[in-house]
């Protein structure tokens, strides 16, 4: 398609901007998606490439029946770039979809630079553009001068969580003889390598996190997490079960030398198909690295673990999305304005993107002069929409996308069958929705 009109601003390169730029450039406009790396990186982002996965190579669950499968399902409807690099670059991970992060990004970035009607600018944006449509999708880590400028435009003052990304151990340093390979309840192939300890061995290793040195914060600063991804000390400090009873739970994990469910385990998920790295899954954390280094090789089988990334914490950055934005992702202020990404208030790499999603059809229905009409809420997409406008402001926090953000299901439906049935319903949805805004504008 030729491309035609006056050219739509991007602002940020992760997944929610580069789904944008792809949104748009299908429906014939011209781009100007810009990206502050590698110019400047913000303090957990490492590779230059566009789309970058900084906390975690999975996208978690791939099965419709679970609301975060089923949103990715919806945005393979919609010709999401996203899903369809995510799809290409899969790695072994059970039920979930893990990537080849790498691969992944630059898969992305490939496919967008290969579009005429696309300029790259790697320069770091530090003002909202004054005129033109623009879609700020400058995610959670927004740089202090973009959250300055938002700051002047919304008159709002900025809301902020703290995220931790797990630590990447390398495959060679594993001691396979202390660890197996399963899934668990045996679903699917054995994608992880399992830890297992005895209650003498959790008790101790309890303990040291619960003593650990941790990473200070500025002083100005107050911890506040996103309760989805707390890091792994802090879940310790709350009782000594709450990690058997969390990230590391045994349930539906059998040692094949024992014969007998672990105490607890530490499961490692490949972070590439030829399981050359290996990420440490649900230990997010703000210990020192020497304390990493430490505490993380008294996992059996990691005794002699090699890192290639220590765990990191980080300030994640959101509007309050209720008081500020339409269903259409619009600023009310100034319509012109988008946002899109976890800077509205979304969690988790497939809602950001979704967000990038919607934010693109909308923008373009709004350069066409047409009616932008937000999807129904029992969609996936449409629940997440709901949640980041529909809120109330005074409470408003970031949410992972849930069946419990959709309208009630009718009937008596036994719990076990709901998932199917909210994944029914809300493909049917999706499919009027599609047809109702199609109008030539999404092929």
Known sequence: MAATGERITVVGGGLAGCEAAWQLLRRGHRVRLCEMKPERFSPAHKSPLLAELVCSNSLRSNAPENAVG????EMRRMDSLIMAAADVTAVPAGKALAVDRTEFSRLIEGRLAAEQSLDLIRNEVTEIPATGITIIATGPLTSDAFAGAIGRLTGEESLYFYDAISPIVEGESIDRGRV???????H???????CPMNRETYEGFWKALTEAEEVPLRAFEEFKYFEGCLPIEVIARRG?????HGPMKPVG????????????VVQLRREDKEGILFNIVGFQTKLTWPEQRRIFRMIPG??????????????????????LLTAALQLRSDPRLFLAGQITGVEGYVES???GLLAGINASRFAAGREMIPPPPETACGALISHITNTDRKTFQPM?????LFPPLTGRIPKKDRGLHYARRALIALATWQERITNGLLR
Request: glycine share 8%; charged share 20%; net charge neutral.
């Open 180 to 186: 197996f390979a399963a899934s668990r309840y045996g």
């Open 70 to 73: 089923l949103l990715k399902e």
């Open 253 to 264: 994990l059998t040692d094949p030398r024992t014969g007998a469910r672990p105490y607890a």
């Open 400 to 404: 992972n996308v849930a069946f419990g």
């Open 188 to 194: 699917g192939e054995a994608d992880y390598l399992n």
């Open 240 to 244: 000594i079960e709450t990690l058997a």
């Open 302 to 323: 990691l005794e002699k673990a090699e890192f290639a990334r220590y765990g990191s914490v980080h300030r994640n950055t959101f509007i309050n999305s209720p008081a």
């Open 353 to 355: 993107a979704a967000m």
